[in-house]
């Protein structure tokens, strides 16, 4: 009787043991869990904290910063005859006065209606009313995008955020597949000579008599 008794209490202090030992265990793991908890930020998916966005992507880039470069160039372009004008009498004193950066030539927000001449690779003359024939305009309408001119337009974008001069050259790429996508991916170009249109985009100022307006807001009447 005294050994069953004995070995009762042995069991009983056994799994007394083995009962604290696995709630020490359940408190300890869930001090672990919630300290990391604490120390754990949620990812959502796109957003800026996600990990993926660690890696430069050039499209995401032109995303976060397209409309800011849009309204600016909205904001800020100048009437295509007053421009005109201006660049008749002092080039350089225009281009200082509406157009920003330097290097080959200031970038320069103009607004322009007209009517759509021949085009050629995506690229149409618009006859401006009160331009002389021998001031020639064009816009780019895609597919391809020439230029870095959307990149340049505010001067906010410098190279020094960037890696490398690929990086700085592919966002500019990517600023212009951004503005394709804003207004440009349902134009039919085989429709557009003869059309009447209004242009709010940049040039850069290199031949004052050839500008190659990239629009960033396009109308067509």
Partial sequence: MIKATTQSQLSNQISAKKRK?????????TIIFGAMTLDTTVIVNGSVNDLRQQVFSPDNYANTHYADIKSYVLDNSVN???????LQIDKKAAGD??????????????????????GRSGIFKVSIPGFPDNQTVRIQTGPAINGTDLRDATGKISFGEFTNQIEYQDVGAALNRAMKADILEDLDRTTLTGKIVEITGVFRLINAKNWLVTPVRMNLK
């Fill in 80 to 86: 295509a005859i007053t421009l005109l004008k201006e």
């Fill in 97 to 118: 006065k509406y157009g920003v950066g330097g290097g080959i030539g200031p970038v320069i927000p103009v607004s322009f209606e007209g009517t759509i001449d021949s």
């Fill in 21 to 29: 030992i696995a709630l020490v265990s359940a408190i300890s793991a």
